[in-house]
């Protein structure tokens, strides 16, 4: 069983950065590609990034691609994902997702995940 804790979410202005965190319970964190879905208002849930279980490997949804950045701290069990240029567009619920995901064409499924966090707020002004 894993338990992931995200942070850093929060009220932001349009051009604002943030920087969120996921914490993860698991001593074997390491085994696990980790991904960061998000779900605005009135819309399903959606693939943002993921990275693979080294960081070696990242992933991004073509609609953030060059703007966000997912990195992972395997010593600290903490994935993270520094939002730059931030949008009234990326306003969401954001999640972290771990999972035992060895295919490239695997990380932006939703279904390839096991464990999720709870969810953090960004919400950007205009």
């Known amino acids: 069983q894993v338990q992931l804790v995200e942070s850093g979410g929060g009220l932001v202005q349009a051009g604002g950065s943030l920087r969120l965190s996921c914490a993860a319970s698991?001593?074997?964190?390491?085994?696990?590609?980790m991904g960061w879905f998000r779900q605005a208002p009135g819309k399903e849930r959606e693939f943002v990034a993921a990275?693979?279980?080294?960081?070696?490997?990242?992933y991004y949804a073509d609609s953030v691609k060059g703007q966000f950045t997912v990195s992972r701290d395997n010593a600290k069990n903490t994935v993270y994902l520094q939002m730059n240029s931030l949008k009234p567009e990326d306003t969401a619920v954001y999640y972290c997702?771990?999972?035992?995901?060895?295919?490239?064409?695997?990380?932006?499924?939703?279904?390839?995940?096991?464990?999720w966090g709870q969810g953090t707020q960004v919400t950007v002004s205009s």
């Open positions: 990275i693979s279980r080294s960081g070696g490997i990242t």
């Open positions: 698991a001593r074997t964190f390491s085994s696990y590609a």
């Open positions: 997702a771990a999972g035992f995901i060895y295919s490239s064409a695997s990380y932006s499924s939703e279904a390839r995940y096991d464990y």
